[in-house]
């Protein structure tokens, strides 16, 4: 995938502070195409338990088998635009969902 430079990411770090929220950039990676933005109390505790429910319940979570054992968390590979690439993790992969 070609670099920022040459294909622009809209990020909310960048962008929402130009209207008004508090964005804090925690990473950033150009070559990598990798970020990650904290907006404190972006949620009122009761939308955050919402969503965080609705995702639990929602989404096809695994716990797949490494080497005959099961790998120690339950993940699911979240993706837009129909993107089909699988997302590798311990000894396995997990396959795109939209």
């Known amino acids: 995938e070609p670099p920022a430079s040459v294909y622009p990411l809209h990020l909310c ?15 950033e990676d150009d070559d990598r195409r990798c970020y990650a933005g904290l907006l404190p109390q972006a949620l009122s505790p009761a939308e955050a338990r919402r969503w965080y429910d609705r995702c639990l319940e929602d989404l096809p979570w695994e716990v797949p088998l490494v080497r005959g054992r ?11 635009g129909g993107c089909r690439c699988k997302y590798p993790y311990g000894g396995t992969g997990f396959e795109a969902v939209d």
Do not use: E
Not at 13 to 27: E, V
Not at 70 to 80: E, F, G, I, M, S
């Open 13 to 27: 770090s960048h962008n929402g502070a130009a209207a008004g929220y508090a964005w804090t950039g925690l990473l």
């Open 70 to 80: 099961p790998l120690p968390r339950a993940a699911v590979w979240v993706t837009t």
